[in-house]
């Protein structure tokens, strides 16, 4: 009785990590979808979570597409720009079955969270229909908390609302654990970080470090690497140790000489402080004296032998740059397909006057496919060497 005391136990602790840790394994092809209010909507300006995911996953080629609207709920309801079918939430369905997505990131709740209480079963009962449909179309789906709201009309109604908030993401939790999928919480870390400094001036909406924070918050609940491993060269016992996949090439104590290579991504991480982190290097067992390091011939750093001991960052931020601009730009474009300004008159009740123009919407297709295989051609797997050599 005691043993299987222990197992049972055992099982259900097992099984309960399993469940806080979000299951996202994207394969090769795959189809990503952001849908949701204007958390969602309004990440298509840094472009973090997809330069994030894709880092993670240079292997594998992978596009992401943005449906998320401002105002958004479960229903649809903020897409309610047809004055006849579709209604919003056919709408919403065949928007999304257009993408053809295997993955869809669910961040809604804060505007059903207006609705109090009394609105939580009605909600419920929404999301559980949006899952469903989700379902029959091959989509798995991820859940994503609300973020916490700071309502400027007075301390209790931004109790009540903060409130309001949490019994909503309970709710969501409980759904995603009854349908055996992945919760992921960014209100509580957000919620801790006590500073200014993550939000827009309404502390309604994340700015530029909030939307960091809060892409480094769903990759640790995804259990994506958040930081780049750390390479470590002794240059006299002719060792590297390091999580990349590296190799030392070459070492030349006496004449302060060496060479290593990476295979495989060498995109920088993701930082608060800097936007870009790439791998500290630290290469103990040199003589006193200043040193410099090139990748492929050109020069990264300059640094005396203490320094280097004890570890420099390298600076890779143009590569890490190179793929967020590209990121930024297809989702504008994808954007402007998707959200055209005069889409009433394109692809609403009265595109009998300007429906011709669908065919130039249709047309950025070839543009944003373009994109997403220069996206993932610059996570391209290849060999870097770096060189070291002491300044002459």
Do not use: C
Request: no cysteine.
């Amino acid at each position: 009785m005691y043993r299987i005391t222990i197992f049972l136990f055992l099982l259900l602790f097992y099984s309960s990590s399993l469940f806080a840790q979000a299951s996202f394994d994207p394969k090769e092809g795959d189809r990503v979808i952001y849908l949701g209010n204007s958390l969602m909507e309004n990440e298509q300006q840094y472009g973090f979570l997809e330069y994030l995911i894709s880092s993670n996953h240079p292997e594998k080629h992978l596009s992401f597409r943005n449906l998320g609207w401002s105002g958004d709920t479960v229903f649809g309801e903020a897409r309610s720009y047809y004055t006849s079918p579709p209604g919003p939430f056919d709408l919403l369905i065949s928007q999304i079955k257009a993408t053809r997505a295997d993955w869809a990131f669910l961040a809604y709740g804060t505007v059903e969270a207006q609705n109090g209480s009394k609105g939580l079963v009605e909600f419920e009962q929404g999301l559980s229909r949006l899952l469903d449909s989700l379902e029959a179309m091959g989509t798995k789906a991820l859940i994503i908390s609300t973020i916490p709201q700071l309502l400027m009309n007075g301390a209790e109604q931004s109790d009540q609302h903060i409130s309001n908030l949490k019994a909503y993401n309970q709710s969501m939790s409980r759904i995603a654990e009854e349908r055996n999928l992945a919760f992921i919480d960014v209100y509580g870390p957000i919620e801790r970080e006590q500073s200014d400094d993550i939000w827009e001036s309404n502390r309604v909406h994340l700015n530029q470090n909030g939307y960091l924070l809060f892409t480094q918050t769903m990759g640790e609940e995804m259990g994506l690497k958040l930081s780049p491993a750390d390479i470590l060269i002794n240059i006299k016992t002719n060792t590297l140790t390091s999580d990349h996949q590296a190799e030392l090439l070459a070492a030349d104590p006496g004449n302060g000489q060496l060479q290593f290579a990476l295979n495989g991504s060498v995109l920088p991480h993701l930082n608060a402080q800097t936007l870009f982190q790439g791998p500290k290097i630290s290469i103990q067992g040199l003589k006193k004296g200043y040193y410099q390091l090139f990748m492929d011939g050109q020069l990264l750093a300059v640094a005396d032998h203490r320094t280097w001991n004890e570890g420099l960052f390298i600076d890779l931020s143009s590569a890490g740059k190179q793929m967020l601009d590209l990121i930024r730009e297809k989702d504008q474009i994808y954007f402007q397909q998707y959200r055209p300004q005069n889409r009433t008159y394109i692809l609403g009740f009265r595109s009998y006057e300007q429906g011709r123009h669908k065919a130039g919407l249709e047309s950025l297709d070839a543009l944003i496919f373009w994109l997403d295989g220069k996206i993932n051609r610059s996570k391209d797997l290849k060999e870097q060497l770096f060189t070291l050599e002491p300044l002459p």
